[in-house]
Every structure is written in C-alpha cells, then in structure tokens.
C-alpha cells in the first residue's frame, strides 16, 4: 500500500485549517499554503486561527504564503472556494510534484465554463490524480474532534484507501467510494437547496414545509446526479443525503444562514456584503441551472433560488410559483 506521511493543504480557512488538524492527529505531518501572513504566523506560532476558528485550541503547524512549503509533499488537499479553485491550482502547478494525488473539498460548480472540480484539476494539472473529499462535517465540529464521517472518493481503490489509512481515525471516518461525479454533484447541489430551506427557516413556513423542501431537492439532486454518470448509492450516502440533511437542518451552515436572512426579507447582496467567509450555494446557484437546463433536467428549487439572488422574483414570488407547481406524481 502506498504511503501518505505528508500532507499539503492549500487554503487556511476554517475547513482547510480543521482538515489540517485533523490529519495531524492522525499522525501524519501537515504543510498549509495560503495568502494571508496574518493566520500563517498564527498558525506556525501555535496562536490558532483567530480569523476563521476563534476559540478552537490549535497545535503548532507548519504555515506559509509561500507555494515551496507543498514542493515535496505526498498528496494535497484542495480547500478553496469552487470560483477560486482554478487560479489556485495554476498558481501551485509548477510547484507540486507530477502525480500528485489532489483530494478536492470544494462543493461547487465552476459559474463560468459548468465544470466540475474533477475538470477543472484535469485542465489545470493534467497529471494529477484525482480524488474528492466531501460529507456531513462542518469545520468546528472536526477542529474539536467530534465524530464525523464523510467520503472520500477515488476511481483507484487501492489510492483511496491508503488515503483513508493516513487520515482516518475514530472520530474522522472516511468511507470509500469511486463515484467522484456523485460526491461531487452532492456537495454541490445541498448548498443551493440550503439556501432554500434556510429561506424557510426565515419565514416561519414550519417543520413540514423544511422537510418537503428536503425531500423534493433530494430528487433534484438525485435527477441531476445521474444523468451525470453518478451511482444511486453515493447519492443516497455521505456525499449526497447525508450532506444535504446536515447542512439543510442547522444555522451553523452558511448557506442555510443566508437563506435565513433571505427569508427574513434581506437583500442577498447586504448578507454577502457582511460576510468574511464564502457562500457557495449563492455562486454555485446559476451554474446548477445552468447545468440542469443544459442537460434537459428539471431542477424548480434551484431554478427558483437562482432567480431570487438574481432579483428576478421576489421570495414571495418563488414561493407561490413552487406552490402552484401541477400536481404530478412523486419522482
């Protein structure tokens, strides 16, 4: 089995910095690259990262703004921004060794050219080896070492579990898959429809209409997913339903946040404009649409949170017209 003892991270957010800590306690050692010298000296000083995990008790990890630090690293974790992944892997590929191995944990769609990030990786750094990392975890959970398990995909069986043998442990549990395009719709698709339930949330519609919302963008996602080339059973596990309860049903998602204030009648652009971290649904939302229209799928929930950030319809207006949906059989 090959062996993973050192780890890149590109991005020093809050998911990049948990997964850096999560992979440190499993005893693997950890290199973070980013652009803010602020959190690298923190970070390198054992002083945490006050920016996107205050409070989080954080060891000593390597951390820079320079690219050198991932020169010599095993495999990589991409956690950027989807809109940003691009730039990012330009700017490291003359930099990481060639074929690497780069787990993806960006959930999103690139707006510009409807790519996913499996694409993107494979236009940017074409001898790379692929791999996603997705699931039900938000980063203060895994920072604190609370149990969580998520996928990790691989189309190499043998690379995803040697992968899963480096970073897991019992309280951060990787399951294998080989399904790529289904962890990544999944991940994708539950950040547009968290912005939808969240825009329930805020408008006090209740409990039923948050799980027929749920349920309903399940078959969204699902509808989606497969005429993708994605399994049934990665849509039905971590990557696909798992993710999409966890981050349809808290406050602590930003996405549903947003939708939140959305509901409560706040422009989308005064909630962005507050905000020190990314929502992805609201940048991943047109290109969904655009996905879906592109490949003859029906996807109204999305459709409908795409034109309300675009100020095409009112929430009220979004709403009614979903209400006033033929009635039609349960697929």
């Known amino acids: 089995m090959t062996q993973f003892n050192r780890f890149g991270i590109m991005g020093m957010g809050a998911w990049g910095t948990a997964l850096a800590i999560a992979i440190h306690r499993a005893g693997s050692e950890v290199r973070i690259w980013g652009r803010r ?3 690298a000296s923190t970070l390198s000083g054992g002083q945490g990262n006050e920016v996107y995990l205050p409070d989080i008790a954080i060891p000593a990890l390597q951390a820079d703004t320079d690219v050198s630090i991932l020169g010599d690293v095993d495999a990589v974790l991409a956690v950027v921004p989807a809109q940003h992944m691009r730039d990012t892997l330009a700017a490291v590929a003359s930099t990481l060794p060639p074929g690497i191995p780069v787990l993806l944990c960006a959930k999103g769609i690139e707006r510009q050219s409807l790519k996913l990030m499996t694409h993107v990786l494979r236009e940017t750094l074409p001898d790379a080896i692929p791999a996603v990392l997705s699931g039900p975890s938000f980063a203060h959970d895994v920072a604190q070492g ?3 398990a998520i996928t990790l995909a691989s189309s190499d069986e043998d690379l995803g579990h040697a992968l899963i043998h480096a970073i897991g442990q019992p309280a951060f549990r990787p399951y294998w898959t080989s399904d ?6 999944g991940g994708a698709v539950k950040n547009v429809l968290a912005i939808a339930c969240g825009i ?3 408008m006090e519609l209740g409990r039923s209409a948050h799980a027929a919302l749920l349920s309903r963008g399940f078959a969204e996602m699902r509808r989606l997913a497969l005429v993708l080339g994605a399994q049934e059973t990665t849509l039905s596990g971590l990557s696909g339903l798992g993710d999409l309860v966890l981050t349809c049903s808290s406050s602590q998602s930003r996405n549903m946040s947003f939708g939140i204030e959305l509901g409560r009648g706040r422009s989308a652009a005064h909630i962005l404009a507050e905000r020190m971290t990314v929502t992805e649904g ?5 290109a969904i649409t655009a ?9 109204p929930i999305c459709n409908s949170i795409t034109a309300i950030l675009a100020g095409d319809v009112t929430v009220q ?3 009614a017209s979903l209400l006033e949906r033929p009635f039609k059989g349960e697929n």
């Open 37 to 39: 010298p602020d959190i």
């Open 146 to 148: 609370l149990p969580t």
């Open 180 to 185: 790529l395009i289904g962890a990544e719709i």
């Open 200 to 202: 329930v949330e805020g």
């Open 282 to 286: 609201a940048a991943t939302a047109p």
């Open 291 to 299: 996905l879906a229209e592109a490949n003859g799928v029906e996807m």
């Open 317 to 319: 207006q979004a709403i």
